[in-house]
């Protein structure tokens, strides 16, 4: 069984920061990198901030040097985390969080975790 569950969204000014937390249950999470996806309505889901489970990281170029993925792995389950700062209004969208795998690949999702950014 996979279960995924995003948390700590909201609605934030432009040039604010935010955390969210992923609890992802199920061994294929052990035992893959992990990404951090988004999406906006009218767009495909994109995915933002991948890291290993040797801990590298990477990021699109939209949000690099602003948001940090981190994770915890224990057994059965990742906590997967994104430091989100100097958010822009193009930051708005749905976040989740899965597997970085191919689309195909990615059955399960969360229920994902709105974050706003408006003045």
């Known amino acids: 069984q996979v279960h995924l569950q995003e948390s700590g969204g909201g609605l934030v000014q432009p040039g604010g920061s935010l955390r969210l937390s992923c609890a992802a249950s199920?061994?294929?999470?052990?035992?893959?990198?992990m990404g951090w996806y988004r999406r906006v309505p009218g767009k495909e889901r994109e995915l933002v901030a991948s890291?290993?489970?040797?801990?590298?990281?990477?990021?699109a170029d939209s949000v690099k040097g602003r948001f940090t993925i981190s994770r915890d792995n224990a057994k059965n389950t990742v906590s997967l985390y994104l430091q989100m700062n100097s958010l822009k209004t193009e930051d708005t969208a749905v976040y989740y969080c899965?597997?970085?795998?191919?689309?195909?690949?990615?059955?399960?999702w969360g229920q994902g975790t709105q974050v706003s950014v408006s003045s």
């Open positions: 890291i290993t489970t040797g801990g590298s990281t990477k990021y």
């Open positions: 899965n597997a970085d795998l191919p689309a195909h690949l990615l059955g399960t």
């Open positions: 199920g061994a294929i999470f052990t035992f893959n990198d």
